[in-house]
């Protein structure tokens, strides 16, 4: 088993990362783009497992069986920092303490790498920050960032990065991922893997979590509800209600976790008074948390979006008589039924409504109004 394994479906950008890590001296900045659920941020971590390789041949390098191999997928090498944020945006603050460690000398790897694996939710003058450490970095020093496009990096940063471009990896390849690396029956991993649409990180909560797949059902048979306005009304309430419902199950027991973590550090009990001298590290954690929880609630949301609009493919390509797999296939008669009582031009003007909220919400407007002006327009 090599750290290239869990690349599905990306056999060109493995092959190309390969040739860079058994080269020995690879480009000091590199952009990994690719659609969500692509494997963007697994593809860098592989390549900078790669690159702290300890097999002597650099053709073997990415064995996934030595030490700095494992250490590296882990997130515990010493010469491997990797930011994610679940937050709005990356602080400046956090990016300078990343410029900060980019100056250390690798202490026991070939490199010191540095992986922002959320590059796009960085503002303008975070990336003014960044640019000149990318510019003029040390020696032995390589950033990888990791942005859904090349668009959503400022150009001055694009321009010094070599690009990696991923694409959405086939429904069978997630497939057979799933079932080898996580058991699930392969008749599931197929089902999900197509719910998903081949977003992996979404498939494999879908096969582990039966309630959130009863959730994605409810939202994408949401059209079967709508009757009248004052019926479409109560939907966009219970989209909104089932979306921050996903979006908690994902974060209540990574929260309970953290504060179990700081209490125990502290030497505190959930029972115990919590001195004044440290309610400012609680403070700061709840601050943290709810500002993840926002993040997480406007993805949720978004995500919900995306899985209702599955609804509405799924009867175009009927109606068109497309050759495409249905994402929502065990709801086959159930689409067929819907189908047959309206027309293409209809269902194209309903998809366009979803699309219409989801710029709304993107741009701030409060979910509520926008999911209600949107379920009362897939009325008409």
């Not at 510019?135 to 001055?156: F, K, Y």
């Not at 893997?193 to 409810?218: C, K, T």
Request: include cysteine; proline fraction near 6%.
């Amino acid at each position: 088993m090599s750290v290239w394994d869990d690349l599905q479906g990306q056999a060109p950008v493995v092959t190309a990362l390969r040739r860079a890590a058994a080269e020995g001296a690879p480009t000091h900045a590199w952009l990994f783009t690719g659609p969500p659920g692509s494997g963007r941020s697994n593809a860098a971590r592989a390549f900078a497992a790669a690159l702290q390789c300890e097999r002597p041949d650099p053709a073997d390098r990415g064995c996934g069986q030595c030490h700095a191999c494992h250490t590296v997928l882990a997130g515990t090498h010493a010469d491997v920092t990797r930011m994610a944020t679940d937050k709005v945006t990356i602080a400046i603050a956090e990016v300078r303490a990343l410029i900060s460690r980019a100056q250390d000398k690798p202490s026991s790897g070939r490199w010191r790498i540095i992986i922002i694996e959320d590059a796009d939710r960085m503002v303008e003058r975070t990336t003014n920050v960044l640019l000149k450490a990318i510019e003029e970095p040390p020696p032995r020093t390589l950033w990888m960032l990791c942005a859904p496009s090349p668009a959503d990096v400022i150009v001055t940063i694009r321009s010094r990065c070599r690009p990696v471009g991923l694409r959405i990896p086939p429904v069978d390849d997630v497939a057979a991922l799933l079932t080898r690396r996580d058991g699930v029956e392969p008749a599931t991993a197929l089902t999900v893997a197509r719910m998903a649409q081949s977003h992996i990180g979404v498939a494999r909560r879908l096969a582990r979590d039966p309630e959130a797949r009863a959730r994605r059902d409810e939202i994408v048979t949401l059209p079967l509800r709508l009757s009248d306005v004052s019926g479409a009304v109560r939907a966009a309430g219970t989209l909104v209600d089932l979306a921050q419902a996903d979006a908690e199950a994902a974060t209540v027991a990574r929260n309970a976790t953290e504060k179990a973590e700081l209490l125990t550090a502290l030497g505190l009990t959930e029972q115990d008074k919590v001195p004044p001298a440290v309610r400012s590290q609680l403070k700061h954690l709840a601050d943290e948390q709810k500002r993840r929880a926002t993040r997480s609630q406007r993805d949720a949301l978004d995500r919900a979006m995306t899985d209702l609009s599955t609804f509405y493919r799924d009867v175009l390509v009927l109606q068109l008589g497309a050759r495409s797999d249905l994402v929502n296939g065990h709801l086959d008669i159930t689409l067929r039924e819907f189908a047959a009582a309206s027309s293409p031009e209809t269902t194209l003007r309903r998809i366009d409504a979803i699309a219409e909220a989801r710029e709304r919400l993107a741009a701030n407007v409060a979910p509520l109004l926008a999911l209600e002006a949107m379920t009362v327009s897939l009325l008409s």
